[in-house]
T-cell receptor, first 114, second 114 residues
Framework: DQQVKQNSPSLSVQEGRISILNCDYT??????FLWYKKYPAEGPTFLIS?????DKNEDGRFTVFLNKSAKHLSLHIVPSQPGDSAVYFC?????????????FGTGTRLTIIP | ETGVTQSPTHLIKTRGQQVTLRCSSQ?????VSWYQQALGQGPQFIFQ???????GRGNFPPRFSGLQFPNYSSELNVNALELDDSALYLC?????????????FGSGTRLTVV
C-alpha cells in the first residue's frame, strides 16, 4: 500500500523556468511533510518541510504548498538551475509519534536543461 | 566528526549468506534509523534504534535485525539473504528520534545478492 505517491517518474524543465513536483498521500494521520533531494552515490539531503497546520512554506527558491483536503503537496523551484538536477523524494510522517519514521514516495527525477 | 558514514559502500553476497552493514552516526545523535531503497523505489523504513533499544519497526521480517552501541554507531544484520534484498541501505541519525526534518542520511551501502 503506497501511502505517499509521486506519479511523475521524471520531469524536464528549461533553466530559469519553474519546476513543479507533485506528491499525493493517503494517510490522514500524516502531519508533517518533507522534500529530499538525492544525487547519485549520495544519501538524501533535506530540502524543505511543511507542517499540516500551514499551507505554504518558502525557503529561497523553494516553496512547498500543502492542500490537506486534497491530500496533495507540491514543490516549486523558481528559477530552476542546472544544479537542481537530481531525484526528489516527497516524504511524510507523524510528529511526536515516539519513533519519527518517514514514509517516502518513489521519487521524481528532475532534469534542468541549460 | 560530522555527518553520517556507512561502510562498506558496495557489497556482493550470495543468496543464503548473512551480511552486516555499519553506520556511524552524526556526532551527538542518539537515534539511528535504517531504510532500504530498492531500485526505482523510495526508501522504506526498516527500524529505528534509540539508546540501544529498538524503537519501532517497519514491515520487514525478523531476519533483519540491528544493534546500536553506546557510542551511537550501529549495525544492520540480514540473515538468509534473498535476491530481493538487493538494494541501497541507508542509515539516518537524529537527536532523540526527531524532529522529522532533523534526519541526516548517510550515502548508503549498495548490497547486491547473487
Amino acid at each position: 500500500d503506497q501511502q505517499v505517491k509521486q506519479n511523475s517518474p521524471s520531469l524536464s524543465v528549461q533553466e530559469g523556468r519553474i519546476s513543479i513536483l507533485n506528491c499525493d498521500y493517503t494517510n490522514s494521520m500524516f502531519d508533517y511533510f518533507l522534500w529530499y533531494k538525492k544525487y547519485p552515490a549520495e544519501g538524501p539531503t533535506f530540502l524543505i518541510s511543511i507542517s499540516s497546520i500551514k499551507d505554504k512554506n518558502e525557503d529561497g527558491r523553494f516553496t512547498v504548498f500543502l492542500n490537506k483536503s486534497a491530500k496533495h503537496l507540491s514543490l516549486h523551484i523558481v528559477p530552476s538551475q542546472p544544479g537542481d538536477s537530481a531525484v526528489y523524494f516527497c516524504a511524510a510522517g507523524r510528529s511526536g509519534a515516539g519513533n519519527e519514521k518517514l514514509t517516502f514516495g518513489t521519487g521524481t527525477r528532475l532534469t534542468i536543461i541549460p | 566528526e560530522t555527518g553520517v558514514t556507512q561502510s562498506p559502500t558496495h557489497l556482493i553476497k550470495t543468496r543464503g549468506q548473512q551480511v552486516t552493514l555499519r553506520c556511524s552516526s552524526q556526532s551527538g545523535h542518539n537515534t539511528v534509523s535504517w531504510y532500504q531503497q530498492a531500485l526505482g523505489q523510495g526508501p522504506q523504513f526498516i527500524f529505528q534504534y534509540y539508546r540501544e533499544e529498538e524503537n519501532g519497526r517497519g514491515n520487514f521480517p525478523p531476519r533483519f535485525s540491528g544493534l546500536q552501541f553506546p557510542n551511537y554507531s550501529s549495525e544492520l544484520n540480514v540473515n538468509a539473504l534473498e535476491l530481493d534484498d538487493s538494494a541501497l541501505y541507508l542509515c539516518a541519525s537524529s537527536l532523540d528520534g526527531g524532529p522529522l526534518w532533523g534526519y541526516t542520511f548517510g550515502s548508503g551501502t549498495r548490497l547486491t545478492v547473487v
